[in-house]
Nanobody, 117 residues
């Protein structure tokens, strides 16, 4: 059974930083593309950042230059370094694993990030 466990969320003031972590188990991590999504209050879930099996990254325009996604295959982990946080970054952040070109996808339980102004 594949399991994704996020950690690192919390309350931070605007301008601050947080680092989210996601540990995967029960799958061949190196075969997975990984991503971070978020869902703010009253909003749809949106892609924040993704990283392919080969390490290529992609970011939402709203976080470019502030967030950095990385992965450590030896630790079955993916990270999201979030700097210069804004109140609009407040959301539940979800870790995602996908196995393109299949439609197989897994989600973590989410971790709350709250940015106060």
């Amino acid at each position: 059974q594949v399991r994704l466990v996020e950690s690192g969320g919390g309350l931070v003031q605007a301008g601050g930083s947080l680092r989210l972590s996601c540990v995967a188990s029960g799958t061949i991590f190196t075969s997975a593309g990984m991503g971070w999504y978020r869902q703010g209050p009253g909003k749809q879930r949106e892609l924040v950042a993704s990283i392919t099996r080969g390490g290529s990254t992609n970011y939402a325009d709203s976080v470019k230059g502030r967030f950095t996604i990385s992965r450590d295959n030896a630790k079955n982990s993916v990270y999201l370094q979030m700097n210069s946080l804004k109140p609009e970054d407040t959301a539940v952040y979800y870790c995602n694993a996908n196995f393109w070109p299949t439609s197989i996808m897994y989600w973590g339980q989410g971790t709350q990030v709250t940015v106060s102004s």
